[in-house]
């Protein structure tokens, strides 16, 4: 027994000896690099946001394995349209935001010259991790462009007061109607908010553009006369905007309420955060910043509660999951330090990292793996059926125009809805 | 205290020394964290020197710049021609932008080699230009944009200017921009300490947004970098910016690692709202690595201290294990021993009580009593011996074991230890042998009692030891010692006893070690005697060497270096003769031609009798007749008193015969006598002896050798006997009554000194002098006798008679001026030989 003490006391003398001096071991990724991990090089990442600290904290698990590499994040002023310049001149980024829509577009093609094909297999980018809907290949098969989040359309619900009210959250139209009415009758003048000043994110294009696309998902002719711009296609606005329309002639949207919110994305949130909108329609974009808002706003520190980022079922079939990309990556194949950066890639594109940074982030992940963040957990719930990708549909620019200014000028009262379906292709 | 606990303190005071330790290191850290960060901040102050220096000096360029267009009156061509001159930095450029259209011309071209134009529509940075002051009035730089001509990152410090159209003359407000790339600024704005490599800066305005950005500052604006990476309220945050953008100072904080940083802050004197920060890692900062290797070295000292005391200890507790079991070995050894010497001693008790009943019943039969008697007297001896040795042993047990020299002569002592040893040999009929060789120096100074001990043992073992009709011999020899003032006495004794098994051989000097032998347990002994005699030869710093054979004998070799006496023998030298030794033992022999002729005389030498008749009768027939003849007795062919007798009788010769026996010779005197012997002599033939008897011999010096049982000389003497027990005073006056002597008791010291007070000269021969008696004790009863005015009653002999036996009590006794001491049990031949001594004494 005395000696066991000893042999106890001995190892417990070694290691707090020992312990004075190691430091927890941090775990590491399964990511296995390629390059000397002592090379000394830089790379940039140029975009335009403002802040990214989730791309920022991937630099700094990127460190872990390559110290030695300097990763920094520039965002450009005029980005779409200095992009060329930059990548032509000295400070060329080795990665840059880009968009599908710049393929193909003369305009951008200096820009499209400078996008590495990142489906070559010798790279050895896990693509697969990402959901096939938002990878987007040229005419030539090559994906040039890497998505790194996505973006859906839905409301922010107060499930906290949904369950003090006794309710429960709608998955149908007919569901949405009565828990507006019964929110309404319990004294919420506005029991479904959202952004209404300008056209750019109001919630009014939230709501319509899943159905204008339902209805042209179920048209092949219809989607080609509306990427045309024809009039003839807006008539498939129609459902779109009459229900839009119908929200609030209903009462479930008090437009006067919602006007009084400043912008389109942190005041969404804040006032979201007042804890008496069960829900607030907004994009996936917006959901984003939820996070870092929790601590500035004053009335979720008092009184913090459960929420949760659902499609609006505006059906009696529930909602639709609008699943585009949101950010995407590309590489200039003619920076500098070429082998690294795609080495980042390498890294990078992968569900774990992908997930990691969509969580910093909260925005939606582009992998197969869609629970990883439960305030997206009810789009993990959406069935295959109603889940609709722009991308591969065909979707073009100027269509979104069309539903979004026509649903913003519908809400409003600016124009009736048979004037907005006339006047389709002549929204600016 | 158990080990247990023992550990845990020792555990604890680590703990205790090493959080001292590592509070101090911390401390010290503090310490030099401190300064570290004050001159982090110094350092930053300089910066902003450095900085609003470099910023001033741009700044002024593009003022020159303003002045001088607006004092021509320019176009915008004119402007831009005018600075394409002035303009000598390559990396540098300058954009002219009017403030309504957001356009105008920039100096260097963009993508297209002729295209000029550069608009700011989409820049964000000249809507509001309300941070642009008049010329001369501050700094205007623009925060760190992208230069729309060539899509660098860049800065640029800025001024209205006013321009004239080319063709009416009519004025337009524009805004000139010295546009400078921010990685040439990056490459110039770095700390010029080497210790501070590793740090950034940044330059934010009053709302924390970045005008100059360094690699890890993250976030567009620094407050939103602090609140991303740091928990924190608003409140807490508020205060902190507001601090940040208003004072000089430091504090900590995580970046986008999770490191733990210091940020230094100080702001732009002349740039209203504007903050310089320079940022790096604690870690950076250095000042924890010695220390952490002090911590690293006293824990490492402390854990080895720590396995050296608990090995230490681990390893004193093994001994004491041992010592305990030896100790538990010892106990049980002496438990043994108690159990074997009650025995011992019941055994020779039962004998002495059981015969003196007998004795008692048969008061009428004097053959009876006198065989009681005599075997009483054998048993007392035993136990006397068995005292001896018990008490012998304590004393080398408790180390109070010491050595009283006195001078004394080694002939007398080997004399003493034949003495002792005959009855035994006899007894036995052992064949006896004990040879000297060159024992010159007779006298001794060393402890007599101690060395006869030695030796007695050494022998009595070895006849003990050996069968009837077995061997003994003895050789002692003299050497040269390395020892200044010393001879070296060699002791052998080897006997063809039953010898010792060497399990036993290797315990035998162990106290109360017995060889288990069915033959030894028939053997009286205390087991002591090795024991004992081992302890004594290691004190007096000599060696005791032992070779034995079961069943063939032992061999005990006892070397000591004993110094030699002041006192010696004058010059032995005999007058020149020639004598003839006769001896069938060659050692003997050769031994005693050498002490012969060291003593001046020729020696011839026989081997038997036969041959020492014919040389006698060949010396007497040519007339040169030996002057004297010893042999022994003892031969193969004829013994010594058959040669003797025939000497006498074939020769016709008067020659003086010495007859040398190894015995006592008491049983042959008579015939020897008769068969005409002149003189014994016994072995071994010491030179002195020799000398004494040849010239007593030969009459040159007639030695007065009391006869045995002549006690005459005794008659008449008058002892005092201070004594207080009655017993004891009947024994010794009734003893020293059957030698003629009368004695007068003295019932303790001080009667004895009273009456030696009142004592007519001559009155007493010697006082007898007890120790320890009522009143007053011998040694005080000594003391005042000497110190007595009369000189007869002062000097007379007083021998302690004593159960005190120790030797420090003999010494004490002879200090405090006694002249001799005898031990009780009282030994009658010892009081007898020391009453001739002190007579002797008393005489010469």
Redesign the interface.
């Known amino acids: 027994m005395k000696k066991l003490l000893c042999i106890i006391l001995a190892v417990c003398m070694i290691t707090l000896l020992t312990a004075c001096g190691s430091k927890p071991k941090e775990k590491t990724a399964e990511f296995k690099p390629a390059l000397d991990k002592n090379r000394e090089c830089s790379i940039t990442v140029a975009g335009s946001y403002d802040n990214f600290e989730a791309l920022e904290a991937e630099f700094d698990r990127f460190n872990k394995t390559y110290p030695n590499v300097q990763l920094s994040y520039v965002k450009l002023d005029n980005y779409e349209n200095i992009l060329g310049t930059v990548l032509e001149g000295k400070d060329a980024p080795n990665i840059f935001f880009s968009y599908n829509w710049m393929i193909g577009n003369e305009t951008y093609a200096s820009v499209s010259g400078h996008m590495e094909d990142l489906s070559d297999a010798a790279l050895g980018l896990d693509l697969d991790c990402i959901r096939p809907g938002l990878i987007n290949h040229d005419a030539d098969g090559r994906v040039l462009i890497a998505p790194v989040f996505s973006r859906t359309y839905g409301m922010l619900v107060n499930d906290d007061l949904f369950k003090t009210e006794g309710l429960s959250v709608p998955t149908t139209w007919t569901e949405l109607l009565a828990v507006c009415e019964a929110f309404r009758i319990k004294g919420y003048a506005s029991p479904m908010m959202g952004y209404s000043r300008k056209s750019s994110s109001c919630f009014m294009n939230t709501v319509a553009y899943p159905l204008f696309l339902t209805a042209l998902a179920e048209n092949p002719e219809a989607l080609a006369l509306a990427n045309g711009l024809d009039p003839a296609a807006g008539e498939y606005m129609r459902p779109a905007l009459e229900a839009v329309l119908r929200l609030i002639q209903n009462g479930c949207i008090d437009l006067s309420a919602c006007d009084q919110i400043g912008d389109n994305y942190e005041k969404v949130i804040l006032r979201f955060f007042e804890g008496d909108v069960p829900m607030m329609i907004c994009t996936g974009d917006t959901v984003s910043g939820t996070k870092k808002r929790e601590s500035k706003s004053e009335a979720f520190s008092k009184a913090p509660f459960n929420y949760s980022f659902a499609p609006i079922p505006m059906t009696d079939d529930g909602g639709y999951f609008i699943d585009s990309p949101s950010v995407e990556f590309s590489v200039n194949k003619d920076c500098d330090n070429l082998d690294m950066t795609n080495e980042f890639m390498r890294f990078l594109i992968t569900k774990t990292e992908l997930n990691e940074m969509a969580s910093v982030k909260r925005l939606v992940t582009p992998t197969t793996d869609l629970s990883i963040d439960a305030v997206y957990a009810p789009f993990a719930q959406v069935p295959s059926d109603h889940v609709i990708f722009p991308e591969v549909l065909g979707i073009k620019d100027p269509l979104t125009v069309q539903i979004r200014v026509a649903a913003f000028r519908v809400g409003t009262g600016e124009i009736t809805v048979d004037e907005a379906v006339a006047m389709y292709g002549s929204f600016k | 205290m158990k ?2 606990w023992v ?2 303190v020792n ?1 604890l005071i ?2 205790v020394l ?1 959080t001292f330790v ?1 509070f101090y290191s911390n401390y010290e850290n503090r310490n030099t964290a401190q300064r570290q960060i004050e001159h982090f901040e110094n350092t930053t102050i300089t910066m902003e020197h450095v900085t609003e220096n470099y910023l001033e000096g741009e700044q002024r360029i593009c003022d020159v710049w303003a002045r001088y267009i607006n004092s021509k009156e320019m176009t915008i061509e004119d402007a831009v021609s005018f600075i394409r001159i002035s303009h000598v930095l390559p990396n540098a450029s300058a954009h002219i932008v009017y403030l309504d259209s957001l356009s105008g011309l920039s100096t260097r071209a ?2 297209e080699a002729s295209d000029y134009t550069v608009s700011y529509k ?4 000249l809507e509001d230009v309300s941070w642009i002051s008049g010329i001369g009035e501050s700094i205007n730089i623009s925060r760190a ?2 230069n ?6 860049s800065i640029a410090f800025c001024n209205f200017i006013t321009l004239h159209d080319p063709e009416n003359g009519t004025p337009s407000s524009a805004v000139l921009l010295r546009v400078l ?1 921010i ?1 040439e600024l990056e490459q110039k704005w770095v700390f010029p300490q080497e210790e501070f490599e590793k740090a950034e800066l940044s330059m934010i305005d009053a709302n924390g947004n970045y005008i100059i950005k360094g ?1 890890s500052f ?3 604006s620094f407050f ?1 970098f602090y ?2 990476y740091n928990a924190t ?2 409140a807490s945050a508020q205060a902190l910016f507001e601090k940040t953008t208003s004072s000089t100072g430091s504090f900590t904080m995580l970046n ?2 999770g490191e733990k940083c210091i940020l230094a802050y100080t702001p732009f004197a002349a740039t209203q709202g504007w903050t310089l920060l320079s940022f790096m890692p604690m870690n950076d900062l250095k000042a924890d690595t010695e220390n ?1 290797l002090l ?2 070295f006293v ?2 000292g402390l ?1 080895i201290l ?2 050296f005391d ?1 090995s230490v200890m681990l390893h004193f507790n093994k001994k004491l294990q041992a010592s305990a079991r030896e100790a538990a070995s010892a106990n049980k050894a002496k438990t043994d021993f108690l159990s074997t010497m009650s025995h011992d001693i019941r055994t020779p008790m039962n004998a002495i009580i059981g015969l003196t009943t007998i004795a008692e019943k048969n008061l009428g039969d004097t053959e009876a009593v006198g065989e009681n008697l005599r075997k009483i007297t054998l048993a007392s001896n035993h136990l006397l011996t068995l005292i001896n040795d018990i008490l012998d042993i304590s004393k080398v047990e408790s180390g109070k074991l010491n050595l009283s020299p006195q001078t004394f002569s080694i002939v007398e002592t080997v004399e003493n230890l034949l003495n002792l040893s005959q009855p035994m040999i006899k007894e036995k009929n052992i064949e006896f042998n004990f040879r000297t060789s060159r024992m010159e120096k007779e006298y001794i100074y060393a402890d007599q009692l101690r060395l006869n001990q030695i030796y007695i043992n050494i022998l009595s073992n070895a006849i003990k030891y050996t069968e009837p009709g077995g061997r003994v011999s003895v050789d002692m020899r003299e050497e040269e010692s390395q020892k200044p003032g010393c001879v070296q006495l060699t002791y052998r004794v080897s006997d063809s006893g039953i010898g010792m098994s060497p399990e036993f051989m290797a315990t035998m000097y162990r106290p109360f070690s017995r060889q288990v032998d069915s033959r030894v347990n028939s053997i009286q002994g205390t087991g002591l005697g090795l024991a004992i005699t081992k302890q004594m030869v290691d004190l007096m710093g000599g060696t005791i060497d032992c070779q034995s054979e079961q069943g063939k004998g032992t061999v005990f070799t006892v070397i000591l270096d004993l110094p030699i006496a002041d006192r010696q023998r004058d010059d032995m030298m005999l007058e020149p003769m020639d004598v003839l030794v006769v001896d069938d033992d060659e050692i003997l022999l050769e031994t005693a031609i050498d002490t012969l002729e060291s003593l001046g005389v020729t020696a011839d030498h026989a081997r038997s009798g036969l041959e020492a008749l014919g040389m006698i009768m060949h010396r007497n027939k040519t007339g040169r007749d030996y002057s004297v003849v010893i042999l022994d007795w003892k031969m193969p062919d004829i013994d010594g008193v058959e040669t003797i007798r025939r000497i006498r009788t074939e020769v016709n010769s008067n020659i003086p015969i010495l007859l040398i026996s190894a015995y006592d010779w008491s049983d042959i005197e008579e015939a020897a006598k008769k068969a005409g012997a002149n003189g014994f002599v016994s072995k071994p033939l010491f030179r002195s002896k020799l000398y004494d008897k040849i010239n007593e011999l030969l009459g040159t010096e007639v030695k007065s050798v009391e006869p045995e049982n002549d006690y005459s000389d005794l008659q008449g003497m008058n002892i005092l006997i201070a004594e207080d027990n009655d017993i004891n005073w009947e024994i010794i006056s009734t003893m020293l009554g059957m030698f003629g002597i009368t004695t007068e008791r003295a019932e303790n010291g001080r009667i004895c000194v009273e009456k030696m007070k009142q004592a007519a000269k001559g009155s007493y021969a010697l006082i007898f002098m007890d120790i320890q008696m009522p009143e007053m004790n011998g040694l005080d009863a000594t003391r005042k006798i000497r110190a007595l005015d009369d000189p007869w009653a002062s000097s007379i002999p007083i021998i302690a008679m004593t159960a005190d036996a120790f030797s420090e009590n003999v010494t004490e006794c002879l200090n405090t001026g006694m002249n001799g001491h005898i031990a009780k049990p009282i030994d009658m031949k010892l009081v007898i030989k020391e009453i001739r001594r002190i007579k002797e004494e008393k005489r010469s």
């Open positions: 080990k247990t550990i845990i555990v680590m703990i090493l590592v963009g993508q989409r820049v964000d940075l944009y992208t729309p001509v060539n899509g660098e990152q790339p990685s690699h993250k976030n567009s939103e609140r991303s309220d608003p986008s690692r952490w911590i690293s824990s490492a854990l720590f396995v608990l």
